[in-house]
């Protein structure tokens, strides 16, 4: 029996990021991991940073593979960017969200708080992965 797989590729935005640089707006990044059991997060890509925003509209779009019938936790972390490293632990966290990629696809518009930590929101930031665009394939 044929799994039935489509391709998906988010567009990604987010509003009312923090602001953790002085003197200026911050330079936000999007890094989209997946649960892959036991407690770890495999890293499936990263949108372009943009310079001095707290709204973005990342142009980079993030593509994956959407299994139907099986639960595909994702995670949005939100970034500022200072440096050319492509290591995450020295740049400021503007915020996360968890969601599974079926909530996704079924929905028209999904829109997410932002929270620095779990009941610890990040001012008003949200993420909107907003309906895919998608290719079926098996």
Known sequence: MARCVTL???SISCD???DKDIGSKSDP???LLQDVGGGSWAELGRTERVRNCSS???SKTLQLEYHFETVQKLRFGIYDIDNKTPELGDDDFLGGAECSLGQIVSSQILTLPLML???KPAGQGTITPPLPRSQLRS
């Open 8 to 10: 998906v590729q988010l």
């Open 16 to 18: 009312h990021l923090i």
């Open 29 to 31: 990044l999007c890094v």
């Open 56 to 58: 973005p509209e990342f």
């Open 117 to 119: 930590k779990p009941g």
